[in-house]
């Protein structure tokens, strides 16, 4: 028993005498009663007033050890960032303040938090603990020694003693800490089609520990997803990203949730799909595709007939068409150049004045991204750089912002775009934000087209689906900054790929911006 243990040393043998004189005048009935046993006829003995010392001592020790040092009997869960509570307490309940109070981790010294004497002592406090510390006194007249840690971090999770002592007794509980982060709220985007069905993604950031993901049909029925993939970044966060195909025979409703199983919570996103977004086709699409065949046929045999009737009949005819040809070749021909023209006159008006020497700002390139040495081109390295996190660089989308910015002026630069399959380019406002998922559209301040899965569109809200079966190799961005608007031109054949209409653009300073997910892209002068 730690009573009897501690009685040895010194110090603790001055308590237990100062306990006995105080039991000898607190406790006169016990001390009476020893004495009258213990006294005999012949010359005195000190062993009778020894005996009284070790019994009153003892009485001490076991009227100061009558309480219990009581934790949590779950695991004490905390969210990144915020503060935590690891409650312990005495029972029975009894004032601890004029009792030593002490949180540790592994080693008893240095300690997370102590008090001693009636105040903190921070003499030999473990370091990263420093500021973040507070023992909630109001509860300590109740036997309440709660600690309290600010600003919790990813190395706070572990074990935690609760030591309690009160003069040469001592207890202690031993309790578990969780450390979790609770992410955005999935996002859920279209991505095109795909082997029949609609692509469905759903992207999340900020999770701790990793968390559990989850499509979600009518009435709460999981569905399988195509894929999964999860990835941890410097800050030890993990981001999400899970696909489904859906189909119209599948579930048409249907959410994307992530769980975080040590907080018990979890975030859920839902979408429908419309039936536009299905293909269909109809039976009486079908009946009118035969009788037009049957048609067209019938006219074939009709004219095949009429040209076995006679040669001079099927010349003329011959002739007839080949004429009705070059017409419309010749229409077509004027049509082209009429096109080309008002092309040229177009270009004219908005072409800019001055053509921009574009670099990439690598303060503000994405981790992932690799820059060439002359800040040219830039390419998708597929790994995490020990790079800085400072506030200009973006830390979850692929994106990298030029060096340059305009306010006034007109101004255009080209990107060569190669064979790569992800990849948008265009400007944003150097406001823009850099951190967690943005919105890549001119309401999150960016205004650019990407090329997707084989699929050209402008990332409008919602996106633009634009006519182009090809991606061009070279893409020419024209900002005008008295108008507020962006055109892109296919810099190969000189054809107008998309324009923002006028003031879609504010008049603050905007930037050259690229997104890649794969090859480089390449400015050129």
């Known amino acids: 028993m730690r009573i009897l243990e501690n009685l040895g040393t010194p110090e603790r043998a001055q308590n237990c005498s100062k306990a006995y004189f105080q039991g000898v005048s607190g406790q006169v009935t016990v001390k009476m009663k020893v004495l009258s046993f213990c006294h005999r006829p012949r010359a005195s003995s000190p062993l009778p007033g020894f005996i009284v010392f070790f019994f009153t001592c003892y009485?001490?020790?076991?009227?100061?050890?009558?309480?219990?040092?009581?934790?949590?009997?779950?695991?004490?869960?905390?969210?990144?960032?915020?503060?935590?509570?690891?409650?312990?307490?005495?029972?029975?309940?009894?004032?601890?303040?004029?009792?030593?109070?002490?949180?540790?981790?592994?080693?008893?010294?240095?300690?997370?938090?102590?008090?001693?004497?009636?105040?903190?002592?921070?003499?030999?406090?473990?370091?990263?603990?420093?500021?973040?510390?507070?023992?909630?006194?109001?509860?300590?007249?109740?036997?309440?020694?709660?600690?309290?840690?600010?600003?919790?971090?990813?190395?706070?999770?572990?074990?935690?003693?609760?030591?309690?002592?009160?003069d040469t007794f001592?207890?202690?509980?031993?309790?578990?800490?969780?450390?979790?982060?609770?992410?955005?709220?999935?996002?859920?985007?279209?991505?095109?089609?795909?082997?029949?069905?609609?692509?469905?993604?759903?992207?999340?950031?900020?999770?701790?520990?990793?968390?559990?993901?989850?499509?979600?049909?009518?009435?709460?029925?999981?569905?399988?997803?195509?894929?999964?993939?999860?990835s941890q970044g410097y800050n030890n966060l993990f981001e999400t990203e899970t696909v489904i195909i859906v189909t119209e025979q599948s579930n048409q409703n249907l959410s994307c949730c992530i769980?975080?199983?040590?907080?018990n919570q979890e975030k859920e996103s839902a979408v429908y799909m419309a039936d536009p977004f299905f293909p269909k086709v109809n039976s009486w699409m079908v009946a009118l595709s035969m009788i037009l065949v049957v048609l067209?046929?019938?006219?074939?045999l009709t004219v095949y007939l009429f040209k076995m009737k006679g040669k001079l009949t099927e010349e003329v005819g011959k002739q007839d068409i080949e004429i009705d040809q070059r017409d419309k070749?010749?229409?077509?021909?004027?049509?082209?150049?009429e096109k080309r023209d008002?092309?040229?006159?177009?270009?004219?008006?908005?072409?800019?004045?001055e053509e921009a020497n574009v670099t990439l700002d690598p303060d503000t390139a994405h981790p992932k991204l690799i820059l060439s040495e002359d800040r040219k081109s830039v390419k998708w390295g597929g790994m995490w750089q020990h790079l800085s996190n400072n506030p200009e660089r973006f830390d979850t989308v692929f994106c990298v912002l030029g060096c340059e910015g305009f306010t006034l002026g007109?101004?255009?630069?080209?990107?060569?775009?190669?064979?790569?399959?992800?990849?948008?380019?265009g400007v944003a406002r150097e406001s823009v934000e850099r951190k967690g998922w943005i919105s890549r559209s001119p309401e999150g301040g960016i205004w650019a087209v990407e090329w997707w899965w084989g699929q050209f569109r402008a990332l409008t809200s919602p996106v633009t689906l634009l006519p182009l079966t090809r991606a061009p190799s070279r893409v020419r961005i024209c900002l005008d900054c008295e108008r507020g608007q962006v055109t892109f031109i296919d810099a190969g054949d000189d054809?107008?790929?998309?324009?923002?209409?006028?003031?879609?653009?504010?008049?603050?300073?905007?930037?050259?911006?690229?997104?890649?997910?794969?090859?480089?892209?390449?400015?050129?002068?």
């Open 59 to 166: 009485v001490h020790k076991m009227e100061s050890a009558k309480f219990t040092v009581i934790g949590p009997h779950n695991t004490v869960a905390a969210i990144l960032g915020q503060e935590a509570v690891l409650p312990c307490h005495l029972f029975p309940r009894m004032s601890a303040a004029n009792m030593e109070v002490r949180w540790f981790r592994s080693q008893f010294v240095p300690f997370v938090h102590l008090y001693r004497d009636g105040k903190d002592q921070y003499e030999r406090q473990m370091p990263e603990y420093q500021g973040r510390t507070e023992l909630l006194k109001a509860g300590l007249t109740d036997g309440n020694v709660h600690l309290r840690i600010l600003n919790i971090r990813h190395s706070d999770e572990g074990q935690y003693h609760c030591f309690v002592q009160d």
């Open 170 to 230: 001592y207890e202690e509980t031993v309790l578990e800490l969780r450390v979790a982060g609770l992410g955005s709220a999935p996002l859920i985007s279209v991505e095109g089609h795909q082997d029949g069905g609609i692509r469905v993604v759903c992207r999340s950031a900020g999770w701790y520990p990793e968390p559990e993901i989850q499509w979600k049909g009518l009435n709460g029925r999981r569905l399988p997803s195509l894929s999964e993939t999860k």
């Open 259 to 263: 769980r975080n199983a040590v907080l």
């Open 296 to 300: 067209f046929g019938f006219i074939g």
């Open 329 to 337: 070749e010749i229409s077509k021909l004027h049509i082209e150049i």
């Open 342 to 353: 008002n092309e040229i006159r177009w270009r004219r008006s908005v072409a800019p004045v």
């Open 410 to 425: 007109r101004h255009c630069w080209e990107v060569e775009v190669g064979d790569g399959t992800f990849w948008a380019v």
């Open 495 to 525: 054809t107008q790929i998309f324009t923002f209409p006028p003031g879609s653009i504010p008049r603050e300073r905007i930037r050259p911006w690229l997104w890649v997910l794969g090859p480089q892209l390449r400015l050129c002068p």
